[in-house]
């Protein structure tokens, strides 16, 4: 983004960061910022800082059982801007205090999502262990502990925002609305392998072909990233963040060799 993802406004006047602490607040008892061991800036919200550098979000609940070890710890990453308080809630409701942790199914790959997860306090022995051997993977941290998985009540509701591409995606399907659509995708060159097949029909309810683009990125695979793919829009070069209509036909071209 080449910023913070933070600070970045995403609706009704709220940064992503004031938008996560104010959901956050309506489920939990208290709730704290996790910033990195080196940031001194001031922030309108309680703050439990890093007590190491360069371990990610594992240091951030390090941190929060280290501040306080008995506690029952939700987990948030800043940059989800279609997390809603009712997926949240669902997700408290459906707490199992006797795992280590509660979390949902990502719906493109099956696995466990770190990232909006309920860590009991039994899990800290194994965050520590981990982080002592040099772990830094909050999916593989989680994907070792006793957990209960749990479906999203809302499909899209842990999309996070990694490029301006994202926030556009983001900012006009929270601002507009989003409408299921049947799109007819075509796959070139190295895509083609990648998805086991040269064309297929999608629903989906992305706003923008970035949208429809990371859709396709985790549920196909894809190797390669959207800086290097271009994209036809029934048969008409468009940006990625061109409106995407129904019946709309998606061509997604790969680098080509010589030009």
């Known amino acids: 983004m080449g910023r913070d993802k933070a600070d970045l406004m995403i609706v009704d006047g709220l940064s992503m960061r004031d938008r996560g602490m104010e959901l956050l607040g309506a489920v939990t008892a208290k709730s704290f910022l996790a910033i990195a061991e080196d940031d001194d800036r001031q922030y309108h919200h309680p703050t439990i800082q890093d007590l190491r550098e360069n371990a990610g979000p594992m240091a951030g609940l390090e941190s929060a059982f280290r501040h306080s070890p008995e506690a029952t710890w939700l987990v948030t990453a800043c940059d989800l801007p279609f997390l809603t308080a009712p997926t949240l809630q669902y997700l408290v409701e459906s707490r199992d205090p006797t795992s280590d942790a509660t ?41 070792s502990l006793t957990r209960k998985e749990i479906e999203l009540p809302e499909l899209s509701a842990l999309d996070n925002c990694n490029r301006p591409e994202d926030l556009e995606e983001a900012r006009l399907s929270l601002n507009h609305g989003r409408t299921l659509k049947n799109v007819l995708v075509e796959y070139c060159g190295v895509l083609r392998e990648d998805a086991g097949c040269a064309s297929e029909e999608v629903q989906t309810r992305s706003v923008t072909a970035a949208g429809l ?9 894809l190797s390669l990233e959207i800086d290097s793919v271009k994209i036809a829009i029934n048969d008409e070069f468009r940006s990625w963040n061109q409106p995407l209509a129904e019946e709309d036909k998606v061509t997604l071209f790969p680098p080509f060799a010589g030009g």
Not at 115 to 123: D, G, K, R, V
Not at 213 to 221: A, G, I, K, N, Q
């Open 213 to 221: 683009w990371e859709e396709l990125r985790m549920s196909r695979r």
């Open 103 to 143: 979390c949902f199914t990502s719906r493109f790959d099956g696995k466990p999502e770190p990232l909006c997860t309920i860590y009991e306090p039994s899990s800290h022995s194994s965050l520590e262990r981990m982080l002592s051997g040099g772990v830094r993977c909050a999916r593989r941290f989680l994907s």
